[in-house]
């Protein structure tokens, strides 16, 4: 539809339904930039206005009608061959009103022939209608028209007055009888719906009336305490406690077993857990609900559709009838139609904000609710742990917020999880339902559902008593209780990952928006701004399934396993083993659920559990009266699930433990029960991480809408007429306040970090951990295989002599000790062999090694070992054996030699363990300072004592205890290992150090040992002091001692007021693991725990105790090669194993490099993806603030537009690819001191962000003051009060809107260009190939339109160019592309060549000025003169 050519010629036409701009502050068209009068021009072509009069006879004489032969002149004012009522019904002189709407004097006017266009030689724009009246009534003849003529509605023919001109008053808005049958539909549906909805409301009361009384007097709430079973025999399905071999077990039916023990008791932690603070309700399904359910979501359906139906009409789009009408629902009027979708468009709103509100109620409250166990589903409710960091320093305003926030979540019920549950039944009848992939039962005794965990006992003897297995028919009941030992991961398919994902706050308020743009012929932009949604949300969809089909590989594993039942082997699928079955174990086999091996030896890879990289040797159950204890003892015995089987071998001749052809292992835990179960349920139903970030978008949001509301505010200030037209404006302005790309942008970072991680051979399970890893502000280390070698050194040995109780001289030679301690390192161990390559300890493996012995590979007893020089000298048979124990810090064996006949006990552990079992007159009086002579020179020592026993039979030795074998030994001698740093780790520490980050040694070796160490990686500085502190128990007070001189300190504090020039203390502290216990204890830890730099001897319990201490003051990281660091890896903020898995579910992030350079590599990536997330954030919401900025404000001021086209280009190209390039940015070679910033409300952030706001609002400001001072400008300018603003398409066709096109458009490429910069995280700028790329293509395509002559890039955006007659009148080539007609004067928006070189180098300075504040004050000099003046408050530590 073409556009006409002079806006102002139809000013008399535009109505009361128009929406007009009013320039306060100057007069259009009135002054030149000189201050002189703008000179009149002419104007050809203005149509004039219809004259009417009573009777044709009284038309001026060159406007009597005159039709051809057959025609009649008709009431439309033209010549047809008959003047039907309809032609009859387009009287212009009516004013489009008819009945009681058209005045009487009105109701015979009829018009004259029309007037043809006219010239105005002196047209004047502030009186356009006076000047159009004077010029057609010259060329109708009319002599003096102020007499002769009046204006329709002033005046009407009578007297000396003859006619009046058909300019029409706006005409009066048609109003609806609300008997239309769209409304009549409208009221019956939502009636109808109204009505369904309270006969629900009624009948769910009645029906629930008994519940509600029961539900007051009863809590339906499982915990711990709650759900504990008694162990009452005679509770009908359930099995009596018992742990004692030989004992009797109720089972199911009743019947009685010998030798078995189980137990069903949901007294343990992991049950605990699991059902801690679960609430449940019980709910069952209702014809009439159901009917509800479907009514709303098709009212839902109903009312999006209905806003589709009123924008087609819009559009004239309707199908049948109304095809082609404009606004026929609308009854023809533009004003009532954008009135009524408004109002339609406000209901949607509040409808779907009210089910977004009610979403985790909404199905649940049409059902009928019940008690849990007689319902078809139950809601399990469960609060919402979130885990804050980095909120301690919240400033009083956070803290407001804080508090508004929790409440308003608390009251809209947003601060629990809520979970609806289908209830099932087993083949028995038993109830339950699956909840986080737990089975949960009910339980006839306590009334309510429970987790279960059959407790199979803690005795050595009753665990090994149940070795024969479980029936078929107790298989099948513990498998009811339990569930089958599968980890269902569900991920949805496609359509539903996508449905989850656009159900979020962010996407509705997106969409409801989108309509908006839709109807007000903004479809075109509504379009770009609905795929960049789309592609945001496709981002994160792909990111979210492909981390769950990861995490699915990892969960979900099924396999053929021999079981035993009912006395016999049957291969059944993992899938139905059940605690208490009984197992083969074969090479190649993988753990599908925890079990403890009781006959048997067997290698492990517990790579991709635990990250230990070495493959873990387990040994069966003794016979004894020793009690299990997984995570203790008995960890040496537990084959964890996700594990897999290197090698077996059986054991048909044992001393203390069971004999069998078959390597045998019983179920402990299946499914979530088991470990690998617990940690991938933690991360498919992690706690949710509140970042400070999250914390401050809170006032960032609503410091948006407080200026969301001003930009509506001059809407209505700026603009007259239509309200609704007005607050549609502002709907605009509101919803491009935040760019749809914000969900997007904060993702990609992580994913792109992810991404270079990979290729380092760093893997990440929990992407979200990226950004808190950039915070990282202590490093948690373990020692041996992390900071040093996984292998240590063979260093020697140094023997007692046992005449003189001194030690020999110190030998690297094992030759020349005696033939004792040689058999010592033998087979004081627990190697074997796996196809070649040996297997077990790294310590035992460098042992045996120098002992130059060989593995017998068909052992008599459980092991069996031939001694250096070959089988002449005997084989020694281990005949039992102790594994290392941390709690023991010992092991032991018992060893047959077989050229002698002695049975022979070796112990071997740390020294200290070792002398407290030894003779004190084996201990030479120096063995102390010896010990830690080589301790404090790096050496990894261990003592070897011994003892011959008075037995000769092997068989007896099974009646012997641990204690009585290891009483009374005769000290041997030390064996003596160096513990070399890995080439890379002092380097690595030095950049850590560098990068701010504190780094702290958790080791389970000696602490001097660890001092050692720390000086040699530069953990501790060499010329420092280091204070020991070591107690015997956590009963006794900690004694320090300087380590350097071994002389007690009586006070640590004078020693830690020694400051040094880096202002901290010059005295480091260490720790062994009972003094720290003694200090947690006393609650000293929290003044000295950041002092302390080593900390020694410590369990993986305390491993895992320090790290939370730390994590009270910071963000913590943690690294370990796996094994014991498990605990502490998974408590940290961010665990990094060191693994050859390539994915550990034992801690977020794992490395193949085995270096703390990954570390390093973590903490560079991660500080990079956070910058480049903050980056994107500052450029989009410098994109909201250009956005609804300087061009709404210029905007509604000038009533101008971009065109069409631009808004594609910047929506669609500019933010898209300007945010995808940030992302681009690589990682700084180095870490820098300071850590980025994770604050947006933080002085970095304000400062970015607002200077380049303020500078952009200044550089906008003068452009226009510089746009009024041009000559060529002024007296062409864009007529304001003459322009239906509601055309916003027609309003971009003046040079108002071509400079506000050029500056906010390099603004735009400018604002991710600006945030670039960040060198002391991220790559220098000119590192970052894409962002030049594309920053390089947009710029030069929009100087090109500014600077070329008129071209087709430019008048494709209706920039530099115009109507192609005018372009040739200007002196240009003709067009030859097609142009449509300019909407203003002249014709054109060309800027005079000289003009626009001045204008590029104006942006060019706007975007100068923008990297000057950059470079120079946020990231430059001023910056770091703050931070020294005025720095934050920040963790103060030593590093």
């Given at each position: 539809m073409a556009r006409p050519l002079l806006l102002w010629a139809a000013v008399a036409a535009l109505s009361a339904q128009s929406v007009y701009g009013s320039q306060l502050w100057h007069d259009v068209n009135r002054y030149d930039a000189h201050g002189n009068e703008c000179k009149l021009r002419e104007v050809r072509g203005i149509v004039c206005k219809p004259l009417c009069v009573s009777d044709l006879a009284r038309c001026p004489e060159s406007l009597q009608p005159s039709c051809p032969d057959g025609q009649s002149f008709c009431a439309d004012g033209a010549c047809h061959t008959k003047c039907t009522d309809v032609i009859q019904a387009l009287n212009p002189c009516h004013c489009s009103r008819t009945g009681d709407q058209l005045p009487s004097a009105a109701r015979s006017l009829v018009p004259c022939m029309a007037i043809p266009n006219v010239t105005i030689e002196h047209f004047r724009p502030w009186d356009a209608g006076r000047d159009i009246r004077s010029a057609c009534g010259a060329k109708a003849g009319i002599v003096d028209q102020s007499k002769t003529v009046a204006i329709w509605g002033s005046g009407w023919p009578g007297g000396d007055t003859t006619g009046v001109w058909a300019e029409c008053p706006a005409a009066p808005i048609p109003n609806f009888t609300f008997r239309e049958s769209y409304w009549v539909a409208t009221f019956a549906v939502n009636g109808a719906l109204a009505l369904i909805l309270s006969l629900w409301g009624v009948n769910k009361r009645w029906a629930e009336r008994n519940v509600r009384k029961t539900a007051t007097a009863t809590t339906y709430t499982i915990n711990g305490t709650q759900t504990r079973r008694s162990g009452n025999p005679e509770t009908k399905g359930f099995v009596k406690i018992q742990d004692d071999i030989g004992g009797e077990v109720i089972k199911p039916n009743g019947e009685f077993i010998h030798g078995a023990a189980s137990t069903l008791d949901m007294g343990t932690a992991t049950a605990n857990s699991l059902s801690r603070d679960i609430k449940l309700c019980g709910y069952r399904n209702h014809i009439l609900g159901t009917v509800c359910v479907w009514s709303v979501a098709l009212v839902t359906a109903l009312w999006i559709c209905y806003m589709g139906v009123w924008t087609a009409d819009y559009y004239g789009a309707l199908p049948g009838s109304r095809f082609g009408s404009y606004y026929s629902l609308g009854l023809g009027s533009l004003t009532l139609q954008s009135s009524t979708f408004l109002v339609v468009w406000m209901l949607s709103l509040v409808f779907l904000l009210t089910l977004y509100i009610l979403k985790p109620h909404l199905r649940n409250y049409f059902r009928v609710r019940t008690l849990p166990a007689h319902g078809q589903y139950v809601c399990v409710v469960r609060p919402i742990r979130e885990i804050k960091l980095l909120s301690d320093k919240a400033s009083w305003v956070q803290r407001r917020v804080n508090l508004i926030t929790e409440r308003l979540v608390a009251l809209l019920s947003r601060d629990k999880d809520y979970t609806t549950c289908l209830i099932e039944k087993t083949s028995e009848g038993r109830i339950y339902f699956n909840y986080q992939c737990t089975r949960y039962v009910y339980d006839d005794q306590i009334q309510q559902f429970a987790p279960f965990e059959f407790d199979l006992g803690s005795s050595h003897r009753g665990l090994l008593a149940q070795a024969v297995g479980l029936s078929t028919k107790d298989a099948h009941y513990r498998q009811e209780l339990v569930g089958p030992n599968f980890i269902d991961v569900k991920i949805p398919g496609i359509f539903a990952a996508f449905a989850r994902e656009l159900v979020s706050f962010f996407y509705i308020y997106q969409c409801i928006f989108l309509w908006a743009y839709y109807f007000n012929a903004y479809y075109q932009i509504g379009l770009v701004d609905t795929g960049i949604i789309l592609i945001s949300a496709t981002i994160k969809v792909i990111l979210r399934m492909l981390s769950e089909r990861r995490l699915k590989r990892m969960a979900e594993h099924e396999e053929s396993i021999l079981v035993s039942r009912d006395g016999q082997w049957y291969q059944v699928s993992s899938k139905?083993?059940?605690?208490?079955?009984?197992?083969?174990?074969?090479?190649?086999?993988?753990?599908?659920?925890?079990?403890?091996?009781?006959?048997?030896?067997?290698?492990?890879?517990?790579?991709?559990?635990?990250?230990?990289?070495?493959?873990?040797?387990?040994?069966?159950?003794?016979?004894?009266n020793g009690h299990y204890n997984a995570m203790g003892s008995g960890k040496m015995s537990t084959l964890f699930a996700g594990t897999s089987v290197s090698q077996v071998q059986p054991v048909q001749k044992s001393a203390d433990g069971l004999e069998s052809p078959r390597v045998l292992a019983l179920v402990k835990s299946t499914g979530t029960m088991s470990e690998k179960g617990q940690l991938v349920r933690q991360i498919l139903f992690p706690s949710r991480i509140s970042f400070i970030f999250n914390e401050q978008m809170r006032i960032v949001v609503f410091i948006l809408i407080l200026y969301a509301i001003f930009v509506m505010g001059m809407a209505v200030y700026f603009y007259k007429g239509d309200v609704a037209v007005i607050i549609f404006y502002g709907v605009f302005a509101l919803s491009q306040l935040v760019s749809p790309l914000l969900p997007a942008a904060m993702v990609i970072g992580q994913s792109i970090a992810a991404s270079r991680l990979r290729r380092k051979q760093i893997f990440c399970i929990d992407p979200q951990r990226i950004m808190i890893a950039g915070k990282v502000q202590i490093f948690c280390f373990d020692k041996t295989g992390t900071l040093t070698k996984e292998g240590l050194e063979f260093h020697g040995g140094q023997i007692v002599d046992p005449a003189s109780t001194t030690f020999a001289s110190f030998t690297e030679d094992p030759a020349a000790t005696n033939a004792l301690f040689r058999q010592a390192m033998a087979s004081c161990h627990t190697v074997t062999d796996l196809n070649g390559q040996l297997i077990g300890n790294p310590v035992d493996i460098e042992q045996f090694r120098a002992s130059k012995a060989a593995i017998d590979p068909a052992p008599k007893y459980i092991d069996a070992v031939l001694t250096a020089g070959g089988s002449e000298k005997g084989k020694l048979h281990i005949v039992r054996r102790f594994e290392f124990v941390h709690a023991r810090a010992s092991m032991s064996v018992v060893v047959l030699d077989e050229a002698t006949g002695?049975?022979?006990?070796?112990?071997?552990?740390?020294?200290?363990?070792?002398?407290?079992?030894?003779?004190?007159?084996?201990?030479?009086?120096?063995?102390?300072?010896?010990?830690?002579?080589?301790?404090y020179a790096g050496c990894y020592v261990l003592a070897f004592a011994h003892k011959t026993l008075d037995v000769t039979d092997p068989s007896s030795i099974k009646e012997f205890s641990q204690a009585e074998l290891e009483a009374d030994c005769d000290l041997l001698g030390l064996l003596v290992f160096r513990n070399n740093l890995k080439p890379d780790t002092a380097d690595a520490i030095a950049e850590l150090k560098r990068g701010s980050t504190r780094t702290v040694m958790i080791t389970g070796d000696n602490a001097l040992t660890g001092v050692?160490?720390?000086?040699?990686?530069?953990?501790?500085?060499?010329?420092?002091?280091?204070?020991?502190?070591?107690?015997?128990?956590?009963?006794?007070?900690?004694?320090?001692?300087?380590?350097?001189?071994?002389?007690?300190?009586?006070?640590?504090?004078?020693?830690?007021?020694?400051v040094g020039f880096d202002g901290f203390t010059t005295t480091e502290l260490a720790v062994s693991g009972t003094a720290f216990e003694r200090l947690c204890a006393t609650g000293a830890i929290d003044s000295l725990l950041l002092k302390i730099r080593i900390f020694a001897r410590m369990k993986p319990m305390n491993k895992v105790d320090c790290v939370e201490a730390h994590m009270k003051y910071g963000i913590i990281a943690m690294c370990g090669d796996g094994g014991n660091d498990c605990g502490a890896l998974r408590a940290a903020h961010v665990g990094i194993a060191l693994s050859d898995a390539e994915a550990s579910v034992v801690s977020p992030f794992s490395s193949a490099d085995r270096s703390i350079n990954s570390c390093v590599e973590l903490l560079r990536e991660s500080r990079a993806s956070l910058a480049s997330s903050f980056a994107n954030f500052a450029a989009l919401i410098c994109y909201?603030?250009?956005?609804?900025?300087?061009?709404?404000?210029?905007?509604?001021?000038?009533?101008?537009?971009?065109?069409?086209?631009?808004?594609?280009?910047?929506?669609?190209?500019?933010?898209t690819s300007l945010m995808l390039a940030i992302s681009m940015s690589g990682s700084a070679k180095r870490l820098d001191k300071y850590r980025p910033t994770s604050r947006i409300l933080g002085p970095q952030m304000l400062a970015s962000v607002g200077g380049v706001v303020m500078i952009n609002w200044v550089f906008s400001t003068m452009a226009y003051v510089w746009l009024f001072q041009q000559e060529w400008f002024r007296c062409n300018e864009h007529a304001t009060a003459e322009v239906d603003v509601k055309k916003w398409w027609l309003l971009g066709d003046n040079y108002e809107a071509s400079i506000l096109s050029f500056v906010s458009t390099f603004q735009f490429i400018n604002n991710g260009f600006v945030f670039n910069y960040g060198y002391l995280y991220r790559a220098r700028w000119y590192k970052n190939y894409a962002m030049l790329l594309v920053w390089g293509f947009l710029m030069a395509f929009i100087s090109y339109m500014l600077l070329a002559d008129p071209n087709q890039v430019g008048c494709a955006f209706r920039l530099n160019c115009g109507t192609p007659s005018v372009l040739e009148s200007l002196g240009y080539k003709k067009p030859t592309w097609t142009i449509e007609a300019y909407n203003n004067p002249q014709g054109h928006n060309v800027i005079p060549t000289g003009s626009r070189y001045k204008l590029w180098g104006y942006c060019l300075g706007n975007m100068a000025a923008t990297n000057f504040w950059q470079l120079f004050v946020v990231n430059g000099p001023v910056r770091n003169f703050l931070r020294k003046r005025k720095p934050l408050d920040r963790l103060r530590t030593k590093l």
């Amino acid at each position: 539809m073409a556009r006409p050519l002079l806006l102002w010629a139809a000013v008399a036409a535009l109505s009361a339904q128009s929406v007009y701009g009013s320039q306060l502050w100057h007069d259009v068209n009135r002054y030149d930039a000189h201050g002189n009068e703008c000179k009149l021009r002419e104007v050809r072509g203005i149509v004039c206005k219809p004259l009417c009069v009573s009777d044709l006879a009284r038309c001026p004489e060159s406007l009597q009608p005159s039709c051809p032969d057959g025609q009649s002149f008709c009431a439309d004012g033209a010549c047809h061959t008959k003047c039907t009522d309809v032609i009859q019904a387009l009287n212009p002189c009516h004013c489009s009103r008819t009945g009681d709407q058209l005045p009487s004097a009105a109701r015979s006017l009829v018009p004259c022939m029309a007037i043809p266009n006219v010239t105005i030689e002196h047209f004047r724009p502030w009186d356009a209608g006076r000047d159009i009246r004077s010029a057609c009534g010259a060329k109708a003849g009319i002599v003096d028209q102020s007499k002769t003529v009046a204006i329709w509605g002033s005046g009407w023919p009578g007297g000396d007055t003859t006619g009046v001109w058909a300019e029409c008053p706006a005409a009066p808005i048609p109003n609806f009888t609300f008997r239309e049958s769209y409304w009549v539909a409208t009221f019956a549906v939502n009636g109808a719906l109204a009505l369904i909805l309270s006969l629900w409301g009624v009948n769910k009361r009645w029906a629930e009336r008994n519940v509600r009384k029961t539900a007051t007097a009863t809590t339906y709430t499982i915990n711990g305490t709650q759900t504990r079973r008694s162990g009452n025999p005679e509770t009908k399905g359930f099995v009596k406690i018992q742990d004692d071999i030989g004992g009797e077990v109720i089972k199911p039916n009743g019947e009685f077993i010998h030798g078995a023990a189980s137990t069903l008791d949901m007294g343990t932690a992991t049950a605990n857990s699991l059902s801690r603070d679960i609430k449940l309700c019980g709910y069952r399904n209702h014809i009439l609900g159901t009917v509800c359910v479907w009514s709303v979501a098709l009212v839902t359906a109903l009312w999006i559709c209905y806003m589709g139906v009123w924008t087609a009409d819009y559009y004239g789009a309707l199908p049948g009838s109304r095809f082609g009408s404009y606004y026929s629902l609308g009854l023809g009027s533009l004003t009532l139609q954008s009135s009524t979708f408004l109002v339609v468009w406000m209901l949607s709103l509040v409808f779907l904000l009210t089910l977004y509100i009610l979403k985790p109620h909404l199905r649940n409250y049409f059902r009928v609710r019940t008690l849990p166990a007689h319902g078809q589903y139950v809601c399990v409710v469960r609060p919402i742990r979130e885990i804050k960091l980095l909120s301690d320093k919240a400033s009083w305003v956070q803290r407001r917020v804080n508090l508004i926030t929790e409440r308003l979540v608390a009251l809209l019920s947003r601060d629990k999880d809520y979970t609806t549950c289908l209830i099932e039944k087993t083949s028995e009848g038993r109830i339950y339902f699956n909840y986080q992939c737990t089975r949960y039962v009910y339980d006839d005794q306590i009334q309510q559902f429970a987790p279960f965990e059959f407790d199979l006992g803690s005795s050595h003897r009753g665990l090994l008593a149940q070795a024969v297995g479980l029936s078929t028919k107790d298989a099948h009941y513990r498998q009811e209780l339990v569930g089958p030992n599968f980890i269902d991961v569900k991920i949805p398919g496609i359509f539903a990952a996508f449905a989850r994902e656009l159900v979020s706050f962010f996407y509705i308020y997106q969409c409801i928006f989108l309509w908006a743009y839709y109807f007000n012929a903004y479809y075109q932009i509504g379009l770009v701004d609905t795929g960049i949604i789309l592609i945001s949300a496709t981002i994160k969809v792909i990111l979210r399934m492909l981390s769950e089909r990861r995490l699915k590989r990892m969960a979900e594993h099924e396999e053929s396993i021999l079981v035993s039942r009912d006395g016999q082997w049957y291969q059944v699928s993992s899938k139905d083993l059940v605690p208490g079955d009984v197992i083969e174990v074969v090479s190649g086999a993988y753990m599908s659920c925890d079990c403890i091996l009781i006959s048997g030896n067997a290698v492990m890879d517990e790579s991709s559990l635990t990250g230990e990289p070495l493959s873990v040797r387990k040994f069966p159950l003794r016979l004894d009266n020793g009690h299990y204890n997984a995570m203790g003892s008995g960890k040496m015995s537990t084959l964890f699930a996700g594990t897999s089987v290197s090698q077996v071998q059986p054991v048909q001749k044992s001393a203390d433990g069971l004999e069998s052809p078959r390597v045998l292992a019983l179920v402990k835990s299946t499914g979530t029960m088991s470990e690998k179960g617990q940690l991938v349920r933690q991360i498919l139903f992690p706690s949710r991480i509140s970042f400070i970030f999250n914390e401050q978008m809170r006032i960032v949001v609503f410091i948006l809408i407080l200026y969301a509301i001003f930009v509506m505010g001059m809407a209505v200030y700026f603009y007259k007429g239509d309200v609704a037209v007005i607050i549609f404006y502002g709907v605009f302005a509101l919803s491009q306040l935040v760019s749809p790309l914000l969900p997007a942008a904060m993702v990609i970072g992580q994913s792109i970090a992810a991404s270079r991680l990979r290729r380092k051979q760093i893997f990440c399970i929990d992407p979200q951990r990226i950004m808190i890893a950039g915070k990282v502000q202590i490093f948690c280390f373990d020692k041996t295989g992390t900071l040093t070698k996984e292998g240590l050194e063979f260093h020697g040995g140094q023997i007692v002599d046992p005449a003189s109780t001194t030690f020999a001289s110190f030998t690297e030679d094992p030759a020349a000790t005696n033939a004792l301690f040689r058999q010592a390192m033998a087979s004081c161990h627990t190697v074997t062999d796996l196809n070649g390559q040996l297997i077990g300890n790294p310590v035992d493996i460098e042992q045996f090694r120098a002992s130059k012995a060989a593995i017998d590979p068909a052992p008599k007893y459980i092991d069996a070992v031939l001694t250096a020089g070959g089988s002449e000298k005997g084989k020694l048979h281990i005949v039992r054996r102790f594994e290392f124990v941390h709690a023991r810090a010992s092991m032991s064996v018992v060893v047959l030699d077989e050229a002698t006949g002695k049975i022979h006990v070796f112990i071997k552990g740390s020294f200290e363990r070792v002398k407290s079992v030894c003779r004190a007159g084996s201990v030479p009086r120096n063995y102390d300072s010896v010990c830690v002579n080589l301790a404090y020179a790096g050496c990894y020592v261990l003592a070897f004592a011994h003892k011959t026993l008075d037995v000769t039979d092997p068989s007896s030795i099974k009646e012997f205890s641990q204690a009585e074998l290891e009483a009374d030994c005769d000290l041997l001698g030390l064996l003596v290992f160096r513990n070399n740093l890995k080439p890379d780790t002092a380097d690595a520490i030095a950049e850590l150090k560098r990068g701010s980050t504190r780094t702290v040694m958790i080791t389970g070796d000696n602490a001097l040992t660890g001092v050692f160490i720390a000086r040699e990686c530069g953990m501790v500085p060499q010329r420092n002091r280091v204070l020991l502190g070591e107690c015997r128990s956590p009963m006794e007070e900690v004694k320090w001692v300087d380590v350097d001189t071994m002389l007690p300190v009586d006070d640590i504090e004078p020693y830690l007021d020694n400051v040094g020039f880096d202002g901290f203390t010059t005295t480091e502290l260490a720790v062994s693991g009972t003094a720290f216990e003694r200090l947690c204890a006393t609650g000293a830890i929290d003044s000295l725990l950041l002092k302390i730099r080593i900390f020694a001897r410590m369990k993986p319990m305390n491993k895992v105790d320090c790290v939370e201490a730390h994590m009270k003051y910071g963000i913590i990281a943690m690294c370990g090669d796996g094994g014991n660091d498990c605990g502490a890896l998974r408590a940290a903020h961010v665990g990094i194993a060191l693994s050859d898995a390539e994915a550990s579910v034992v801690s977020p992030f794992s490395s193949a490099d085995r270096s703390i350079n990954s570390c390093v590599e973590l903490l560079r990536e991660s500080r990079a993806s956070l910058a480049s997330s903050f980056a994107n954030f500052a450029a989009l919401i410098c994109y909201g603030q250009v956005m609804c900025g300087m061009v709404k404000m210029a905007g509604f001021y000038f009533a101008i537009s971009l065109t069409q086209n631009m808004w594609l280009l910047i929506d669609g190209v500019i933010a898209t690819s300007l945010m995808l390039a940030i992302s681009m940015s690589g990682s700084a070679k180095r870490l820098d001191k300071y850590r980025p910033t994770s604050r947006i409300l933080g002085p970095q952030m304000l400062a970015s962000v607002g200077g380049v706001v303020m500078i952009n609002w200044v550089f906008s400001t003068m452009a226009y003051v510089w746009l009024f001072q041009q000559e060529w400008f002024r007296c062409n300018e864009h007529a304001t009060a003459e322009v239906d603003v509601k055309k916003w398409w027609l309003l971009g066709d003046n040079y108002e809107a071509s400079i506000l096109s050029f500056v906010s458009t390099f603004q735009f490429i400018n604002n991710g260009f600006v945030f670039n910069y960040g060198y002391l995280y991220r790559a220098r700028w000119y590192k970052n190939y894409a962002m030049l790329l594309v920053w390089g293509f947009l710029m030069a395509f929009i100087s090109y339109m500014l600077l070329a002559d008129p071209n087709q890039v430019g008048c494709a955006f209706r920039l530099n160019c115009g109507t192609p007659s005018v372009l040739e009148s200007l002196g240009y080539k003709k067009p030859t592309w097609t142009i449509e007609a300019y909407n203003n004067p002249q014709g054109h928006n060309v800027i005079p060549t000289g003009s626009r070189y001045k204008l590029w180098g104006y942006c060019l300075g706007n975007m100068a000025a923008t990297n000057f504040w950059q470079l120079f004050v946020v990231n430059g000099p001023v910056r770091n003169f703050l931070r020294k003046r005025k720095p934050l408050d920040r963790l103060r530590t030593k590093l």
